[in-house]
């Protein structure tokens, strides 16, 4: 199976940082990367596919980046609906995997 | 809008079953493929198991592979997932997710059920 690594694991930062979280899998896989956020006791919500693509409805300040085995997801400007965690999940082969998660928390 | 609700989740001892359902509404689900994906508690998010939109195409990962059975009524719009020789392991929240266009991200998620394994 496809190993997916992320860092941090935890991110501390302030309203209108620019935050980037990176995604390493454990060989290539394309562009067959998606992002997603989770809140708390809630349902996962895609953000990214593709790598790059952004999702509809999904705001202008999420962007993705990368192919091959790096990869990284961006908030260009960090908002208060934006503190929740964050993973990633490659879909070049089955089983699919997810990263372990990064947790963007409040300084 | 794409609605998914999951149901059948509950507590159960170790080596007891447990069926799972997905009903899907507001979009063709005959035409969609399809996944469970589960979360145990304070963990991050693991794939279990994926059908093709047909149901001809079964996929599993290693750690259910076996016990777990992944079906679908495409005349009923609903996705289930059999659950044999539960394990305390298997203690997650488990959603049912909808894949996007022809490739396995998930676009649209239920709220999930909870299945609890203790004896």
């Known amino acids: 199976d496809i190993q997916m690594t992320q860092s941090p694991s935890t991110l501390s930062a302030s309203v209108g940082d620019r935050v980037t979280i990176t995604c390493r899998a454990s060989?290539?896989?394309?562009?067959?990367l998606a992002w997603y956020q989770q809140k708390p006791g809630k349902a996962p919500k895609l953000l990214i596919y593709?790598?790059?693509s952004l999702e509809s409805g999904v705001p202008s300040r999420f962007s993705g980046s990368g192919s091959g085995t790096e990869f990284t997801l961006t908030i260009s400007s960090l908002q208060p609906d934006d503190f929740a965690t964050y993973y990633c999940?490659?879909?070049?082969?089955?089983?699919?995997?997810f990263g372990g998660g990064t947790k963007v928390e409040i300084k | 809008e794409v609605h998914l609700l999951e149901s059948g989740g509950g507590s159960v001892q170790p080596g007891g079953s447990l069926r799972l359902s997905c009903a899907a509404s507001?979009?063709?689900?005959?035409?969609?493929?399809m996944s469970w994906v589960r979360q145990a508690p304070g963990k991050g998010l693991e794939w279990v198991s994926g059908?093709?939109?047909?149901?001809?195409?079964?996929y599993y990962a290693d750690s259910v592979k076996g016990r777990f059975t992944i079906s679908r009524d495409n005349s009923k719009n609903t996705l289930y997932l059999q659950m044999n020789s539960l394990r305390a392991e298997d203690t997650a929240v488990y959603y049912c997710?909808?894949?996007?266009?022809?490739?396995?991200?998930?676009?649209?998620w239920g709220q999930g059920t909870l299945v609890t394994v203790s004896s």
């Open positions: 997710a909808r894949e996007g266009g022809y490739s396995e991200y998930f676009q649209h």
């Open positions: 507001k979009f063709t689900f005959s035409s969609s493929a």
């Open positions: 059908s093709s939109a047909s149901g001809g195409g079964t």
């Open positions: 060989q290539s896989i394309s562009s067959l």
């Open positions: 593709k790598a790059s």
């Open positions: 999940q490659q879909y070049n082969s089955y089983s699919l995997t």
